[in-house]
């Protein structure tokens, strides 16, 4: 097992780029993934690393090892979830990354709960707003608020979820109501933006079609609840799933607007990497996180 810990470590630093990220990723120092290296390139006769002051480059031969030791861990992976299906006791890590308004309230909230009924799973959990790089990340499951683009990843749809754009009355008492979608543009909207973020439009459901809007606004962030909170403290309109707003629409610190034009829904689905055989803990996870989304989303809608 030293040999494949080795070449474990190996991939990680080749696709995060760097010793210290590779090692906080797996739970081992710097100095230990350093060691690990110098093992392998011993063990090979060869240099995988060019090294600078910030980065460390695969060199040819690593590049060229790189694409081969990916493919025997994916297999060891699949053989693990093989026997593990076979023997009925889940083990091991789940990695595990989701929106973070989703995140914070149903997924982070449920991992105790999973991990009571099965005590020998570890789940490690990131919650970003950011759309994360589930293969160069090494995540297992990432839940994910939209529609699946990535034809190299599996997915699991869990429910359709309505969004609605939303306002606090003293923004509207301020700066008027809006109308006609048209007049979102003359409005300070609050975008959710970041580095590689796909949706730059607010595209609203009209009687002629989808009808998408080039909206600005003074105040944008990376952090969905921090666009949350500006639209309470009536700072601008922003675009929302329903249930993670349906509580202030309920208490009137904010009102929908446009109701019959909202936004074209998202999609609440599970994405994970595709291989031959499902890990029975990673199923596991997903049966359990999506009845429980399920059933908190629709008590939120509900008002329970």
Known sequence: MAYLDNVAVFVRVVELGNLSAAGRDMRISPAVASNRIKELEKHLGVRLFNRTTRQLMPTEQGRVFYDGARKVLEAVADAEAAVSALSGQPRGTIRVTAPLGLGRRMIASGIPEFRARYPDIEVRLRLSDHEVDIMKEGIDVAFRLGLLEDSSLRMRGVMDCERV?????????????????????????????????????????????????????????????????????????????????????????????????????????AVYPHRQYQDTKVRLLLDFMADRCQRMIRDILAGR
């Open 165 to 269: 754009l939303v306002a606090a009355p003293r923004y509207l008492e301020e700066h008027g109501e809006p109308e006609t979608p048209e007049d979102l543009l003359k409005h300070d909207c609050l975008m959710l933006r970041y580095p590689g973020a796909r949706e730059h439009f607010w595209t609203l459901q009209t009687p002629s079609g989808p009808r998408k809007l080039d909206v600005r606004g003074p105040y944008d962030s990376d952090d969905g609840d921090v666009l949350t909170g500006w639209a309470i403290a009536g700072h601008g309109i922003v675009l929302k799933p329903r249930f993670e707003v349906e509580p202030f629409i309920r208490d009137l610190r904010l009102k929908v607007i446009l109701p019959d034009v909202p936004p074209q829904p998202v999609q609440l689905a």
